[in-house]
């Protein structure tokens, strides 16, 4: 019988182990000092890949308690007697370019 000890499992080392929850707790501690998603000055949504920041007719945080209204609204009818308003879609209204 021949027993060794392979690198292969190297990460599952108690070192190693230790070391990966140092990194963790390090960026965690940095994401608490500098929040990816907070913005001064602003209140509303904000599309962090375009820097757009939505009025406040924007309501598509909401799109899915708006299509659970839809839908309950729905229930019973046919489907000749549906008619949607546009006013019960989801918008995403823009309003202005903003620069953290």
């Known amino acids: 019988m021949h027993t060794e000890t392979s690198d ?15 990194d963790a707790s390090t960026f965690y501690g940095w994401l608490s000092q500098h929040p990816p998603f907070q913005y001064k000055d602003v209140d509303g ?16 945080d909401k799109a899915e308690e708006l299509g659970q209204a839809i839908a309950e609204s729905l229930t019973g009818m046919t489907f000749s007697d549906v008619k949607l308003k546009r006013t019960d879609k989801a918008t995403r209204e823009k309003i202005k370019l903003w620069s953290r």
């Open 45 to 60: 949504l904000v599309d962090v890949a375009n820097s757009i920041v939505a009025d406040s007719s924007a309501n598509a």
């Open 8 to 22: 292969q499992h190297r990460d599952i080392r108690a070192a190693t182990e230790a070391k990966d929850g140092e």
